[in-house]
């Protein structure tokens, strides 16, 4: 079964830095792409970043484009996302996703720019004092 777990999360002040982590076990195919997800209080939740690992290719999203980068250690599984000169309005909690063929999966599920995520992590929340 595939598993993803989030950490790195916290309480950083108005300007810090974060590096998220989320270690990827279960996979056995060499391509997917993993995704960072975050939902505010009262607000949907957003894609902020993915990766393909095979191709090492990434996408950040415009709104944090300048402050966010996503990157990926395949000897560890692991995908993260470096979060600096962190805003108040960054506070949520942070998904990371993952596409998994098991459409029991699919009733929390989400498409983005033409990826498709159904299988979660926990979430770790992020809070960022002003």
């Known amino acids: 079964e595939v598993q993803l777990v989030e950490s790195g999360g916290g309480l950083v002040q108005t300007g810090g830095s974060l590096r998220l982590s989320c270690v990827v076990s279960g996979f056995t195919q060499e391509d997917y792409t993993l995704g960072w997800f975050r939902q505010a209080p009262g607000k949907e939740r957003e894609c902020i970043a993915y990766i393909r690992l095979l191709y090492n290719s990434s996408y950040v999203r415009d709104s944090v484009q300048e402050r966010f980068t996503v990157s990926s250690d395949r000897a560890k599984n692991t995908v993260y996302l470096q979060m600096n000169n962190l805003k108040h309005e960054d506070t949520a909690i942070y998904f990371c996703?993952?596409?998994?063929?098991?459409?029991?999966?699919?009733?929390?599920?989400?498409?983005?720019?033409?990826?498709?995520?159904?299988?979660w992590g926990q979430g770790t929340q992020v809070t960022v004092s002003s």
């Open positions: 996703a993952a596409e998994w063929p098991d459409p029991s999966h699919n009733a929390n599920s989400q498409w983005y720019r033409g990826f498709f995520f159904n299988c």
